[in-house]
């Protein structure tokens, strides 16, 4: 199945609230009969009663794998909305750097002072959009000393 788009997801989500909203007065009138058949003991209005109940429960049911999908698909929106977020930012960063380079190459070096600071400050907004922390460096592997321990082992 191909992966739906942002506006995809947004239609489908406003049909299930409709048929939500839908189901939701349907319930009440459900509601409305077994109230009207709840103090009669003849057969038919048990009946009734019985029948207005069933289909209670199966607009219950309904409404709540349709809350489930809604909630499933608010989270797909959201992270359609976090990836858009993190491209802009990256080219934001790549944008800054390749001025950081004009200015250096043209010898402006308070411009390309406060480009590497505002090009830090981005990285460390990304770094904690993803879920880091900023100013932690992350694993770039195994120095020497431990490279050699390893391959040699203790004694």
Do not use: C, H
């Amino acid at each position: 199945m191909a992966e739906l788009t942002e506006r995809d997801l947004r239609d489908k989500q406003r049909g299930l609230k409709a048929l939500n909203s839908r189901d939701a007065a349907s319930m009440d009138l459900q509601r409305r009969d077994m109230a009207i058949w709840d103090d009669d003991d003849r057969p038919t209005a048990v009946k009734r009663y019985n029948v207005a109940k069933a289909e209670l429960s199966r607009l219950d049911a309904q409404v709540t794998a349709r809350l489930a999908e809604i909630k499933l698909i608010d989270t797909q929106l959201s992270t359609i909305a976090d990836t858009k977020a993190k491209e802009k930012r990256t080219k934001e960063i790549e944008d800054k750097k390749k001025e950081q380079a004009r200015a250096e190459e043209t010898l402006q070096r308070d411009k390309a002072a406060k480009l590497k600071a505002e090009i830090e400050t981005l990285e460390a907004a990304q770094i904690t959009a993803d879920g880091g922390t900023p100013g932690i460096k992350p694993y770039e592997g195994d120095n020497e000393f431990v490279k050699d321990v390893n391959a040699k082992g203790l004694r």
